[in-house]
């Protein structure tokens, strides 16, 4: 293949997938595996970008899960990552580019292979698939789990411990995006997954001392929005011609054949709306609410689900609780900032509700905030445009407001707050209003949308829930509220 090919359809043809996704096993010392990691990439941010990459290489995979119990070489790309990812902080902390960069490249190959195997198979059958060597009958079973376990327990300590700079910016992301993919068995199977052997790794064993820390990074993931660095950044600067991406290590393998990966070229720009937006904080986000909603093991509860209920604002001083081996401090005001600005994704809604009902300190904070138009603003204009929300976002906003109502204290304080011109509420010109008056008036108007539209009596009960929550503490109402109420 030559080092200008550009078309996404020959990565079918490629020599090096060829190799690995064929009949013969690659030992994990094997040269091949520097050629086959030896390509420039940008980790695709969107739907379609991927969709584009799993169809190019759908013939690749099938072949692959195929010929893998004969081969391993699955696991061999495994253990060639994990040897690799031994010297990554030291590489990070010396800009050893091409070390991070490699590493990067076997866990996307890995990540790309595992949504098919997953997708494909139960997780009896990809705990065989992950490593076959020539044994004695009935030997090899437990390293097969080891490996699992050892990978799960590998992108976690990535996570928490790789510090977040624009070389190591991809490869972090992939970790998250990876541990995403292991949860995805989920999806497949009609049943709850009760027994999960991926759920086990993670909730017992190796990965259990991670669980504060790896749920207070994903959380930080997403207070901080890190931004993507410009494209070409995690592997060094590009030459004055545009070119020279790749350092020299079988440049010639790769350079055309993988930078279809880019959809566009590693010298490619961003699209505005892909500037504005974190890929690590989003898929950060994601990684905590699955993790948050594992089901709990027969005799464990949830790990993850005990540090979100417990975790406590660095202001605070008392002991943690004994009983809760998984608490951890972090800062209250930086994730209130970043709840606040967050709120037009559902899932950054769906972290709000879940912080707001399962996590007192939490909740507690945030009801003594002096600025709570900041959090109930957003969440107002998500039922405005209810119309243009989904179900499950409009619904978890009311019921953040029903648990904001059940406060007294939020109740009188919210009509003391004077609000200037509110631009997105359209019926009326708003020069000045209290922010009691305007939640009036976005719960009243959601009913009535629902009365003529949706008709859904769920909807309908929570919005008089809340105006019920406040009608003790109705004061100074503006006179178009009241005049709606009646």
């Given at each position: 293949?030559?080092?200008?090919?550009?078309?996404?359809?020959?990565?079918?043809?490629?020599?090096?997938?060829?190799?690995?996704?064929?009949?013969?096993?690659?030992?994990?010392?094997?040269?091949?595996?520097?050629?086959?990691?030896?390509?420039?990439?940008?980790?695709?941010?969107?739907?379609?970008?991927?969709?584009?990459?799993?169809?190019?290489?759908?013939?690749?995979?099938?072949?692959?899960?195929?010929?893998?119990?004969?081969?391993?070489?699955?696991?061999?790309l495994i253990k060639v990552f994990l040897s690799r990812t031994k010297e990554l902080k030291i590489s990070a902390e010396c800009q050893n580019h091409l070390f991070i960069w490699q590493a990067h490249n076997a866990l996307f190959i890995i990540c790309c292979l595992l949504k098919v195997f997953i997708s494909q198979m139960s997780e009896e059958e990809l705990q065989l698939h992950f490593t076959y060597e020539d044994k004695a009958p009935g030997s090899y079973g437990t390293e097969c789990e080891d490996l699992i376990e050892e990978l799960?327990?590998?992108?976690?300590?990535?996570?928490?411990?790789?510090?977040?700079?624009?070389?190591?910016?991809?490869?972090?992301?992939?970790?998250?995006?990876?541990?995403?993919?292991?949860?995805?068995?989920?999806?497949?199977?009609?049943?709850?997954?009760?027994?999960?052997?991926?759920?086990?790794?993670?909730?017992?064993?190796?990965?259990?001392?991670?669980?504060?820390?790896?749920?207070?990074?994903?959380?930080?993931?997403?207070?901080?929005?890190?931004?993507?660095?410009?494209?070409?950044?995690?592997?060094?600067?590009?030459?004055?011609?545009?070119?020279?991406?790749?350092?020299?290590?079988?440049?010639?393998?790769?350079?055309?054949?993988?930078?279809?990966?880019?959809?566009?070229?590693?010298?490619?720009?961003?699209?505005?709306?892909?500037?504005?937006?974190?890929?690590?904080?989003?898929?950060?986000?994601?990684?905590?609410?699955?993790?948050?909603?594992?089901?709990?093991?027969?005799?464990?509860?949830?790990?993850?689900?005990?540090?979100?209920?417990?975790?406590?604002?660095?202001?605070?001083?008392?002991?943690?609780?004994?009983?809760?081996?998984?608490?951890?401090?972090?800062?209250?005001?930086?994730?209130?900032?970043?709840?606040?600005?967050?709120?037009?994704?559902?899932?950054?809604?769906?972290?709000?509700?879940?912080?707001?009902?399962?996590?007192?300190?939490?909740?507690?904070?945030?009801?003594?905030?002096?600025?709570?138009?900041?959090?109930?603003?957003?969440?107002?204009?998500?039922?405005?445009?209810?119309?243009?929300?989904?179900?499950?976002?409009?619904?978890?906003?009311?019921?953040?407001?029903?648990?904001?109502?059940?406060?007294?204290?939020?109740?009188?304080?919210?009509?003391?707050?004077?609000?200037?011109?509110?631009?997105?509420?359209?019926?009326?010109?708003?020069?000045?209003?209290?922010?009691?008056?305007?939640?009036?008036?976005?719960?009243?108007?959601?009913?009535?949308?629902?009365?003529?539209?949706?008709?859904?009596?769920?909807?309908?009960?929570?919005?008089?829930?809340?105006?019920?929550?406040?009608?003790?503490?109705?004061?100074?109402?503006?006179?178009?509220?009241?005049?709606?109420?009646?």
């Amino acid at each position: 293949m030559g080092a200008n090919s550009s078309s996404i359809s020959e990565l079918p043809e490629n020599e090096y997938l060829k190799k690995l996704s064929g009949a013969e096993p690659i030992s994990e010392n094997d040269p091949f595996w520097n050629q086959l990691l030896s390509f420039s990439f940008t980790t695709p941010t969107n739907s379609a970008d991927l969709k584009l990459l799993e169809e190019a290489t759908v013939s690749i995979c099938k072949s692959l899960v195929e010929k893998n119990p004969r081969t391993g070489n699955l696991g061999s790309l495994i253990k060639v990552f994990l040897s690799r990812t031994k010297e990554l902080k030291i590489s990070a902390e010396c800009q050893n580019h091409l070390f991070i960069w490699q590493a990067h490249n076997a866990l996307f190959i890995i990540c790309c292979l595992l949504k098919v195997f997953i997708s494909q198979m139960s997780e009896e059958e990809l705990q065989l698939h992950f490593t076959y060597e020539d044994k004695a009958p009935g030997s090899y079973g437990t390293e097969c789990e080891d490996l699992i376990e050892e990978l799960l327990c590998c992108l976690i300590q990535l996570i928490v411990e790789i510090p977040l700079l624009d070389i190591t910016y991809s490869i972090s992301l992939e970790a998250v995006t990876t541990l995403i993919v292991f949860l995805s068995c989920q999806l497949f199977r009609k049943e709850i997954l009760r027994e999960s052997i991926i759920h086990k790794h993670l909730m017992r064993g190796r990965c259990l001392p991670y669980t504060s820390r790896l749920v207070k990074t994903l959380l930080y993931n997403f207070i901080r929005q890190e931004r993507s660095p410009p494209p070409g950044t995690h592997v060094f600067q590009q030459q004055s011609d545009g070119g020279g991406l790749l350092y020299g290590i079988a440049s010639g393998v790769a350079t055309g054949l993988w930078t279809v990966f880019t959809l566009g070229g590693v010298g490619s720009k961003p699209t505005p709306q892909l500037e504005q937006c974190s890929p690590l904080a989003n898929q950060s986000l994601l990684l905590l609410l699955v993790l948050a909603n594992l089901t709990d093991a027969p005799d464990t509860p949830n790990p993850y689900r005990q540090a979100i209920m417990s975790f406590k604002n660095t202001q605070d001083s008392t002991a943690f609780s004994s009983s809760n081996p998984h608490a951890f401090q972090i800062n209250f005001n930086s994730l209130y900032t970043a709840l606040c600005e967050q709120q037009k994704s559902d899932q950054a809604t769906l972290l709000l509700y879940m912080l707001l009902h399962q996590n007192g300190n939490v909740r507690t904070y945030v009801l003594a905030r002096t600025d709570i138009e900041n959090l109930v603003l957003p969440i107002l204009e998500i039922l405005y445009h209810v119309e243009e929300r989904n179900s499950h976002h409009v619904y978890m906003a009311l019921i953040i407001l029903l648990i904001l109502t059940e406060d007294d204290g939020f109740n009188r304080s919210i009509h003391e707050v004077i609000l200037k011109n509110i631009t997105w509420y359209a019926e009326r010109v708003l020069t000045e209003i209290s922010l009691g008056s305007l939640l009036i008036l976005v719960v009243i108007r959601t009913i009535q949308y629902n009365m003529t539209r949706t008709r859904d009596k769920y909807l309908h009960t929570n919005c008089l829930a809340a105006l019920a929550n406040m009608s003790a503490q109705f004061r100074s109402l503006h006179q178009y509220a009241a005049q709606r109420i009646i």
